[in-house]
């Protein structure tokens, strides 16, 4: 069966001064459709709250521009929702403190409650906490189909490698994972599996969404040759590369798998 992509990646609504995000506001009430009931816009798109988030939700594709295209879709659906309401979306942001005005609402109190799983232990994750109760995060969450008959497991093993690793190099953000976006953290879905580990900042940039594509396909493809375990040496560098933010770690991987290269932006 061919692979198909999908995703559901969270933005920050804000008001904008010199194009740079202040005044960051609640979703709720703006966006509309919740994740029981998503709000639908046609073609296979949806948006929907998601805590103080605004969330899209984009068809499955086929291919590196079918994805690419989608995603940026999606983030123009909110865009134009944003807009409507005075507001702009938080372009680049995967993590913030929100004011205390805007937290107010039961929605804006709750996490998600639906389990998510870690591929390296095969257990279920703890339910997130952080002591900042105004801090928030994105997601930019990748769902793979037409996997059948693969293990998992090894399939989100080896996104950690192909997309989890290089991605602390590209994600600007190092705070996320106070909440969200540890190595190995998965959801099993009735078509595939949805990759959790990546924030929101690669769905900004064209070049960056083509990268999800392939770097997922050569994940898959090394999927069906290599099964990543979680007490080898390769698999505790991986996890403590992604849980760490650790650049040098990265370096160490990439020197043993070159496949994974990247172009490599620097964090400022």
Not at 78 to 94: F, Q, R, S
Not at 98 to 103: A, D, H, K, N, R
Not at 214 to 231: C, Q, S, Y
Request: hydrophobic letters at 40%; charged letters at 25%.
């Amino acid at each position: 069966m061919k692979i198909s992509l999908g995703a559901d990646p969270e933005v920050f609504l804000c008001k904008e001064i010199r194009n740079e995000p202040v005044g960051f506001v609640s979703a709720v009430g703006i966006i509309g459709g919740s994740k029981s009931e998503p709000r639908d816009l046609g073609d296979g798109f949806f948006v929907q709250e998601d805590n103080v988030t605004a969330e899209f939700n984009i068809p499955p594709s086929f291919s590196a521009d079918e994805f690419a295209e989608n995603v940026y879709k999606g983030l123009a659906n909110v865009d134009k929702l944003a807009l409507e309401a005075g507001l702009e979306v938080a372009n680049g942001v995967a993590s913030c403190s929100f004011p205390e005005s805007e937290l107010q609402t039961e929605a804006a109190k709750l996490f998600g409650c639906d389990p998510d799983y870690d591929a390296w232990t095969t257990f279920m994750n703890d339910k997130p906490h952080c002591s900042d109760e105004s801090f928030r995060s994105c997601g930019g969450h990748v769902h793979v189909g037409g996997i059948e008959g693969m293990d998992p497991f090894s399939v989100i093993r080896a996104m950690d490698l192909f997309l989890g690793v290089p991605a602390v190099v590209l994600d600007k953000d190092t705070k996320r994972k106070q909440l969200y976006g540890k190595a190995g953290s998965f959801r099993f879905q009735p078509y595939g599996v949805e990759y959790r580990t990546l924030s929101n900042f690669w769905i900004f940039q064209p070049f960056l969404r083509k990268w999800v594509w392939e770097a997922t396909i050569k994940a898959v493809e090394f999927a069906k040759r290599v099964k990543l375990k979680e007490d080898s040496i390769e698999g505790k560098q991986i996890q403590l590369c992604i849980n760490n933010n650790d650049l040098d770690m990265y370096k160490v991987i990439r020197s043993k798998y070159p496949d994974i290269g990247i172009i490599e932006y620097a964090r400022t």
